[in-house]
């Protein structure tokens, strides 16, 4: 029995010394030689090679940038106040077709109130000659001069103006008479025939017209839109923007569907908070014959005037409000105080003729610490100039 003890241990033995040198020969043949192995010594971090750009402080004047839609300044809706026939104006009345101001829109036949009216003159002057004969007698100092606006005056004119009446009695005497109140229906009556006739209060341009000559007009029914030529843009500015603009300032304004950029000028700033936008109405006149209602425009007008600031591409601007700069050869943060974001752009205060900023896209807090090779500088400046 003691063999066999003895015999087992010396076999675990052996076993344990086979597994361990077992173990050895494969770490030397799958893992690599170390450095130290191989006699290199310890390897150095390797410098990270980086281009930098050098910016110049400066005076930047800062841009507001406009959106909004192009309006009508003087546009009206056509109704009707009479009854009759549309038999057309000075041009056809269809959608498109352009009137100078004055041009006659459209016409309704005024047969049936004109000759009602000449009628009430010609009953007007009737009554009249029944009154002068008394006037004569009681009033001679007035006979001539209303004897003269008698035999002067035509049923088928407008009425003239009466002659002047100075005298209380012979007031008193006319009204009683109802010459007075004829007098006054007549002007009331010729008043409504110029109603028959609808003219351009200013040059523009029909749209929506409702109805074509023929139709039957009624009272209160909308014939069209008539739209004027001047047109302008409605936006809003923010209150932090609001006290660098005034009236008379120039905006630059674009649209895909123009070719060129077209100038405009503030002319109204309203004064109370657009509920929805939060913001400040501004008008901008434009006088372009090729804008028209509903176009949308976008713009810039010259804001605050920014002084010893840098504008730099907003890629080189960390969450944080840093920027990375090469300095003795290490790559470092600067923190800067952005003043104004752009589109692609950054102006920010802080950054000196001396700092060099690392052009990075990503990679702030990898790259920040490391030994960096500066390999190209551009003058920011310089480029510019070159442009």
């Not at 003691?2 to 076993?15: D, E, H, I, P, S």
Request: hydrophobic share 40%; aromatic share 8%.
């Amino acid at each position: 029995m003691a063999n066999k003890k003895q015999t087992g241990k010396r076999m675990a033995v052996l076993f344990a010394v086979l597994i361990i040198t077992l173990t050895f020969i494969l770490i030397l043949f799958v893992i690599p030689d170390s450095p130290s192995v191989a006699g290199g010594g310890p390897e150095t971090d390797r410098e990270r090679e980086v281009s930098v750009t050098v910016f110049r402080p400066g005076d930047i004047q800062s841009e507001i940038n406009m959106i909004g839609r192009v309006k009508a300044v003087e546009q009206i809706e056509l109704f009707s106040e009479v009854q009759g026939v549309l038999t057309g104006g000075d041009r056809p009345f269809r959608t498109g077709v352009r009137f100078r101001e004055g041009e006659v829109l459209i016409r309704i036949n005024d047969t049936e109130a004109s000759l009602a009216l000449n009628a009430q003159r010609s009953r007007f002057l009737t009554t009249l000659s029944g009154v002068l004969s008394t006037i004569k007698l009681d009033y001679p100092d007035a006979y001539s001069a209303w004897d003269a606006w008698a035999g002067d005056f035509d049923p088928t004119k407008p009425l003239p103006v009466l002659p002047e009446i100075d005298d209380r009695q012979l007031r008193l005497f006319l009204t009683s008479r109802g010459i007075m109140e004829q007098y006054y229906s007549i002007q009331s009556a010729e008043f409504q025939l110029t109603k028959y006739e609808l003219r351009a209060p200013f040059n523009g341009e029909l749209e929506g017209a409702d109805l074509t000559p023929g139709n039957l007009v009624q009272p209160g029914v909308r014939l069209g839109t008539f739209t004027g030529d001047t047109m302008e843009l409605e936006t809003f500015i923010s209150q932090s923007d609001l006290g660098y603009i005034s009236t008379g300032n120039t905006v630059l304004l674009r649209s895909p569907a123009l070719g060129e950029p077209i100038e405009g000028r503030i002319h109204r700033i309203g004064s109370s908070v657009d509920s929805e936008t939060q913001a400040f109405p501004v008008y901008v006149e434009l006088s372009d014959p090729a804008l028209k209602p509903g176009l949308y425009l976008e713009g810039t007008v010259a804001g605050q005037l920014f002084t010893d600031v840098t504008e730099i591409p907003r890629n080189l601007l960390s969450r944080s409000n840093t920027v990375l700069i090469a300095e003795n050869g290490v790559a470092t943060h600067k923190e800067v105080d952005p003043v104004q974001f752009k589109r692609e752009s950054v102006i920010v205060s802080g950054i000196t003729e001396s700092d060099s900023l690392i052009n990075i896209r990503a990679g702030f807090d990898a790259l920040a610490g490391m030994d960096v090779v500066v390999t190209e500088v551009t003058d920011q400046a310089e480029t510019e100039e070159s442009n």
